[in-house]
């Protein structure tokens, strides 16, 4: 009686859930894909990140991984603040390392904060155009 009333239990989640999934639609707004280059002083930056945030505060940020100077994202239309970070090893500041065992070069943030945390940098990213973007900056 057990085995039957817990398969028949089984049989009952399983349909309601197949059955609700068929109706949920995607949620959040259609997304655009957003491509572009990022260069400093004329060369493609080799590893990067870029975040995307909207200037109102209403909508949630967006990311994208900078490789090769090149990066791809999906992320919804409108006007974005684009806040550009990349780290290197530092060359004189040292911290611990994760192990406690010894010190090891701190990661430091190398561009111009213009181009993070004091962004002058913007995009409009468009429906149903093509939305490629090229930063040009400056280490100066």
Not at 40 to 48: E, F, Q, R
Not at 83 to 111: C, F, H, W
């Amino acid at each position: 009686m057990m085995l039957r009333f817990t398969s028949y239990s089984l049989a009952v989640i399983l349909f309601a859930t197949a059955f609700t999934g068929c109706n949920s639609s995607p949620e959040g707004p259609p997304l655009e894909t957003v491509t572009g280059t990022v260069k400093l002083d004329g060369s493609p930056l080799p590893d990067a990140s870029i975040l995307f945030k909207d200037p109102s505060g209403e909508n949630k940020s967006y990311f994208a991984s900078v490789k090769e100077g090149d990066f791809s994202t999906e992320m919804q239309p409108g006007n974005w603040k684009v806040q550009i970070t990349a780290r290197r090893q530092s060359k004189d500041k040292m911290v611990d390392n994760a192990e406690g065992t010894g010190k090891e070069p701190a990661m430091e943030q190398y561009l111009p904060a213009a181009y993070n945390e004091k962004s002058t940098l913007d995009i409009n990213v468009s429906s149903g155009e093509e939305n490629h973007f090229a930063f040009d900056l400056n280490s100066k």
